[in-house]
């Protein structure tokens, strides 16, 4: 058997106000957390000193063998943790995944309405000594929440940390004592959980943990990292979903990349997605060393193209904001941070800081026609996605004497987004086998990556000809557009997770 630890916490918000407009998009699929093997799944709201830290466990193992450890600022009561229904992270995960998107190009000898639409979005207990003896560790706090009982522990020492742990049947690798040092000196406390067994429930005869929600307050913006190496087995991915009243962050001691967006892909994509965008974004950290990547910064109420339903003041008060008060369910920035690392690569833990709102990976053609390539900062508004787009070129006749090239929709005759049965979901594609060394890139794209150095290969184009990157013969016109504005708040962040694992 072998110990396995997962890691995961993050950061919050400012202030926040925007106006833009964008595509209505056809969504075709999404790639997902499902996409990466045991990516660990954090949500964090925040405002003021206020956060609310949202995880879900990627456990599989027996329930006895399952223990949790998170440092945390202050001594946390029963009223600050509850547990958590596992749809919410499946919602945010979709909403903020990079997507697959697919357009027809219209007859170009087609009468329109050039008239655009627009939407508006209004902004709107008693310490007792430890049993084992050492005289290091104090259990400041005690109780059961869901299936879990949770001790919140003091301590002065390390090794004797570690040593009532182990006393108490928490299942911590070995050798975790130098992790725990720091924090101690900090003067941190320890939230410490295991599974009651009488409570826990089963499928397929595995335990089904349900996720944990807890909130505290602290002046500290930083994300413990290198507590959860201890024992890794290779690399391990992070994905961090940051609510904040319109702000979005990146990390301020690493470096930051935003995912190549609006890549023009050949049509085998369609069916093999997952691998495409595995294969980019290794290529964005082959090019980019030990970069967080962000994936996702947008309004957390709007989308588009829309993998689904938006997310709702009912999900946002699932998230902390029943106590987080003083933002409208359209004042929430959704930022998603995706790291990879391994022991080698982490030198210290992440910082975190504000950073400028920024735009891209939407249907918006510059004055020329063409489609907008890469990011733009945009002061505090946020309008950023990965999104990938397979088109297809009208092959008809254009017989009339003015035709116009360019205008992208639907299928032929229809101006209506595909049907959902017509793509996969994003839980399918998160079933579909991980992409490999033998994922050629450079043949799934029509367009050349700049940013990661990768050219299309000409030799793989459909047809026997690659298509130009940017299609449009006339300036292309937009089937809608949605603008949104806002109030603004300010905060600061932090707090570190480290999840024991254990597999058989």
Not at 193 to 205: C, F, I, P, S
Not at 242 to 255: D, H, I, K
Request: net charge negative.
């Amino acid at each position: 058997m072998r110990f396995r630890i997962l890691i995961p916490f993050l950061l919050a918000a400012v202030a926040w106000s925007s106006a833009a407009s964008a595509f209505c998009g056809f969504y075709v699929a999404g790639g997902d957390a499902k996409l990466f093997n045991d990516a660990t799944q954090v949500v964090l709201m925040r405002s003021g000193t206020t956060t609310v830290l949202s995880m879900q466990n990627s456990y599989s193992g027996p329930a006895e063998n399952f223990a949790m450890v998170i440092p945390v600022p202050q001594v946390l009561q029963k009223e600050n943790v509850k547990t958590l229904p596992k749809a919410i992270f499946d919602r945010v995960d979709q909403m903020s995944a990079p997507r697959l998107v697919e357009y027809w190009e219209k007859d170009p000898c087609q009468q329109e309405d050039y008239t655009q639409k627009s939407v508006e979005m209004e902004s709107g207990s008693g310490p007792m000594a430890d049993e084992d003896g050492s005289g290091s560790v104090k259990i400041e706090a005690q109780f059961e929440v869901g299936e879990y009982d949770v001790v919140v522990l003091s301590a002065t020492d390390s090794s004797g940390l570690e040593k009532w742990l182990n006393h108490n049947k928490y299942k911590i690798p070995a050798g975790a004592d130098p992790y725990f040092r720091p924090y101690i000196e900090r003067g941190q406390y320890f939230f410490v959980a295991k599974v009651n067994l009488d409570k826990v429930k089963y499928e397929n005869g595995r335990a089904v943990l349900s996720p944990l929600r807890f909130q505290y307050t602290s002046e500290n913006f930083e994300l413990p990292i290198r507590l959860g190496m201890i024992n890794s087995n290779g690399k391990q991915d992070l994905l961090v979903y940051v609510l904040s009243p319109g702000q979005r962050y990146e990390v301020a001691n690493y470096p930051n990349v935003t995912i190549p967006t609006n890549i023009e892909v050949r049509n085998a994509v369609r069916d093999s997605f997952p691998q495409f965008y595995q294969a980019l974004f290794e290529a964005t950290l082959e090019k980019n060393p030990k970069a967080v990547v962000t994936e996702y910064a947008w309004n957390a109420a709007s989308c588009d193209p829309c993998p689904g339903p938006t997310l709702t003041g009912e999900d946002f008060a699932t998230l902390g904001a029943d106590v987080v008060q003083g933002v409208d369910e359209w004042g929430w920035t959704l930022t998603r941070l995706h790291a990879r690392y391994s022991w080698a690569e982490v030198g210290e833990d992440l910082v975190f800081k504000k950073a400028v709102g920024i735009t891209g990976g939407r249907e918006i053609r510059n004055s020329d026609g063409s489609l907008e390539k890469g990011i733009t900062n945009s002061g505090s508004d946020n309008q950023f996605q990965g999104r990938y787009i397979i088109r297809h070129e009208w092959t008809g006749d254009a017989k009339c004497e003015n035709p116009i090239f360019g205008r992208w929709g639907g299928p032929e005759n229809s101006d209506s987004p595909l049907p959902p049965s017509a793509a996969p979901s994003a839980n399918t594609l998160g079933n579909a086998p991980k992409a490999t060394t033998n994922v050629s890139l450079a043949s799934l794209i029509r367009q050349d990556i700049a940013e990661v150095g990768v050219k299309a290969d000409s030799a793989k184009a459909e047809g026997g000809q690659l298509p130009a990157a940017d299609p449009p013969k006339q300036t292309p016109t937009s089937g809608c557009s949605t603008t949104a504005s806002s109030g603004s708040a300010w905060v600061l962040a932090i707090l570190m997770f480290l999840g024991f694992r254990r597999r058989v």
